[in-house]
């Protein structure tokens, strides 16, 4: 089956390398606002975008996300979770106050997550190329402080976005059958078989491609991930200096 949608999906790379050719305004305006299409909890929109155009701030976040092509070409965002508007316009105590509580704390989070993935496809179908930045919460509080955030903001991603320079190969996804079950948690004959070969398959990537050729199996690929969760020990803190979260306070007394 085919049709654009699914060929732009399917053409995904992340891209971290991008052109001199700027991004203009009207791009980057249409890349937004079709995002916010994307669906929203409650609808409550609960996000929004600060693009950092400052150098030295771009350097700084190049240092935070340890890459240095973040300080470099195309345009730089961050995307954060954003109840700051809605407690604005909320109209009673009770609903400023569910606002910044567990459900709407993961309500903002998971807009803005969901947005964020809307803006790389439509860049994608644009033909441009971006990269999403987690990273940006290596240091949670050095971007609240760079960026001035308010209560109820939290960053979530980076997002860097340009013409590419380069192709990376496409990376491989799991098959269905490892992630697809029927009416239940319950693993089907195939699913070890499913997983054999797509380690085999990221193998085969990560011997073959280009740049970086490495070693590489599934199980050090998760192994490595544990590394960079480990750096975000201090955010559900800082979540809650910054408003969210007032009933884990009571939780804990
Ligand atoms: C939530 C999230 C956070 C990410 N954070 C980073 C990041 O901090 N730095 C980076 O270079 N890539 C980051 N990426 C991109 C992933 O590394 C990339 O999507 C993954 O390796 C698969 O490659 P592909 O997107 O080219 O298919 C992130 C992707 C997601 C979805």
Same mark, same amino acid.
């Given at each position: 089956?085919?049709?654009?949608?699914i060929?732009? *999906?399917?053409?995904h790379? /992340?891209?971290?390398?991008f052109t001199?050719q700027a991004?203009s305004?009207e791009t980057l305006a249409?890349?937004v606002?079709?995002a916010? !299409?994307?669906?929203t909890s409650?609808?409550?929109?609960? $996000?929004? =975008? @600060?693009?950092v155009?400052d150098?030295? @701030?771009?350097?700084?976040?190049a240092s935070?996300?340890?890459?240095k092509t973040?300080? #470099?070409?195309?345009?730089?965002?961050v995307?954060?979770?954003d109840?700051n508007?809605n @407690?604005q316009?909320?109209?009673?105590?009770?609903?400023?106050r569910?606002?910044?509580e567990l459900d709407?704390?993961?309500g903002?989070?998971?807009?803005a997550t969901?947005?964020?993935e809307?803006? @790389?496809m439509v860049t994608e179908?644009?033909g441009?190329?971006?990269?999403?930045?987690?990273?940006?919460?290596n240091? /949670?509080?050095?971007?609240i %402080?760079?960026?001035?955030?308010?209560a109820l903001?939290l960053?979530?991603? #980076?997002? !860097?976005i340009? $013409?590419?320079?380069?192709?990376p190969e496409?990376?491989?996804r *799991?098959?269905?059958?490892?992630i697809l079950f029927?009416?239940?948690?319950? &693993?089907p004959?195939?699913y070890q078989?499913s997983?054999?070969?797509?380690? &085999?398959?990221?193998?085969?990537? $990560?011997?073959?491609?280009?740049s970086h050729a490495r070693?590489?199996h599934?199980s050090q690929?998760? !192994? %490595?991930a *544990?590394g960079s969760?480990?750096?975000r020990?201090d955010?559900?803190k800082?979540?809650?200096q910054?408003?969210f979260?007032? %009933? =884990?306070? %009571?939780?804990s007394?």
């Amino acid at each position: 089956m085919s049709n654009r949608v699914i060929d732009t *999906l399917n053409a995904h790379r /992340t891209r971290r390398n991008f052109t001199d050719q700027a991004v203009s305004d009207e791009t980057l305006a249409t890349i937004v606002t079709t995002a916010q !299409q994307a669906p929203t909890s409650q609808y409550l929109q609960a $996000y929004s =975008l @600060v693009e950092v155009t400052d150098p030295t @701030v771009r350097q700084r976040l190049a240092s935070i996300t340890t890459k240095k092509t973040v300080a #470099g070409k195309g345009r730089l965002l961050v995307v954060l979770a954003d109840q700051n508007r809605n @407690v604005q316009l909320a109209a009673t105590p009770t609903a400023k106050r569910a606002l910044t509580e567990l459900d709407r704390f993961m309500g903002s989070v998971e807009d803005a997550t969901l947005f964020t993935e809307a803006m @790389v496809m439509v860049t994608e179908s644009l033909g441009l190329g971006s990269v999403v930045l987690g990273s940006i919460n290596n240091d /949670t509080q050095a971007v609240i %402080e760079l960026l001035n955030l308010p209560a109820l903001t939290l960053p979530v991603f #980076g997002f !860097q976005i340009g $013409y590419p320079a380069t192709t990376p190969e496409r990376k491989p996804r *799991l098959g269905l059958d490892a992630i697809l079950f029927k009416d239940r948690y319950a &693993q089907p004959a195939s699913y070890q078989a499913s997983l054999t070969a797509f380690d &085999q398959q990221l193998h085969d990537y $990560y011997q073959q491609r280009g740049s970086h050729a490495r070693d590489e199996h599934l199980s050090q690929m998760t !192994q %490595e991930a *544990l590394g960079s969760s480990a750096k975000r020990h201090d955010f559900l803190k800082i979540a809650r200096q910054q408003g969210f979260l007032p %009933e =884990l306070t %009571e939780l804990s007394d």
